[in-house]
Nanobody, 131 residues
């Protein structure tokens, strides 16, 4: 059974940091590029309005970020632990969202940024940033 389980969300103040983790199981994690998306509160329909945050190639050699998080967020992965991380620094109230990790079967170094390209999704973890 394929699973992606996110953790590390919480309530923080503006300027604080958080690190999200996502553990994959039930599939060959090393063959998948990984991505983080987020869903801001009140956005409907749910799946359509997820914003791309960051992506990393299967090897970890390539990364890509959404414009709103460049320079503040860092995506990394540890294939030995089947885990992808999202280090979030200088958090802002507009970063408040449910954060989802996703897996995209891809053995080249390209990083997908659209939801339809991803094969598996986690259930999300809530991040709330107060001003």
């Amino acid at each position: 059974q394929v699973q992606l389980v996110e953790s590390g969300g919480g309530l923080v103040q503006a300027g604080d940091s958080l690190r999200l983790s996502c553990v994959g199981s039930g599939f060959n994690f090393r063959s998948y590029a990984m991505g983080w998306f987020r869903q801001a509160p009140g956005k409907e329909p749910e799946f359509v309005s997820r914003e791309f945050v960051a992506g990393i190639s299967w090897s970890g050699g390539m990364t890509f970020y959404g414009d709103s998080v460049k320079g503040r967020f860092t995506i990394t992965r540890d294939n030995r632990l089947n885990t992808v991380y999202l280090q979030m620094n200088e958090l802002k109230p507009e970063d408040t969202a449910v954060y989802f990790c996703a897996a995209d079967y891809r053995l080249n170094q390209r990083i997908a940024t659209t939801q339809s390209e991803f094969d598996y999704w986690g259930r999300g973890t809530q991040v709330t940033v107060s001003s």
